[in-house]
């Protein structure tokens, strides 16, 4: 067992973890912050991204002991029912959610490309989004939320 302490939400988590444990094990089995989804276990869906340190990772591939000294942000740390994050207002409004799997992970990595690039281009939310899979939307109308959260409203194509 290894002893590692953190920042989880704002709040300093100290606990034993097991050296093969990962983060994402650590955050949905042990401290019950199930918003972090178990995808495909090998970061190639980006369910279980959170953002640590300011930048997105796959909590599936981070062994829980590099969280040691970290400060690590999940979907249940950016806001609450009463208090939406920007961009979970814009998820809602645009209605990007269809079966949720991937929401939470596409949220995260959606906020870190916005506290990097306030102004972001649709070309910069793709790639922020290159590792986050969704077999439900299509994504344009989750390119078209974080671009709402950033402030620039999404042009819509005219049909002619």
């Given amino acids: 067992m290894v002893k590692i302490e953190f920042i989880l ?15 994402l094990d650590v955050l949905r089995y042990r401290l019950k912050l199930t918003g972090t989804k178990k995808g495909c276990n090998r970061g190639e869906c980006g369910a279980c991204t959170v953002i640590m340190n300011g930048r997105p990772v796959n909590a599936c591939l981070m ?10 942000l999940t979907i249940e740390g950016l806001g ?6 920007p961009i ?4 809602l409004k645009h209605n990007v959610a269809q079966c949720g799997f991937c929401i ?3 949220i995260m990595s959606g906020k870190a490309l916005l506290d990097q690039n306030k ?4 070309d910069d939310v793709r790639q922020a989004l290159s590792g986050n899979l969704c077999r439900c939307t299509g994504y344009l ?9 950033s402030g620039k409203r999404a042009k819509r194509r005219s049909k002619k």
Avoid: Y
Wanted: charged share 25%; proline share 10%.
């Fill in 104 to 106: 939470p992970g596409m």
């Fill in 141 to 149: 109308p989750i390119i078209e939320g974080i671009l709402e959260a």
């Fill in 80 to 85: 609450s029912p009463e208090r939406l994050h």
């Fill in 88 to 91: 979970q207002k814009a998820f």
């Fill in 119 to 122: 102004k972001p281009t649709k």
């Fill in 63 to 72: 062994l829980a002991p590099k969280a040691d000294g970290k400060e690590i």
């Fill in 9 to 23: 939400n704002g709040v300093t988590t100290r606990l034993e973890v097991n050296s093969h444990e990962t983060l």
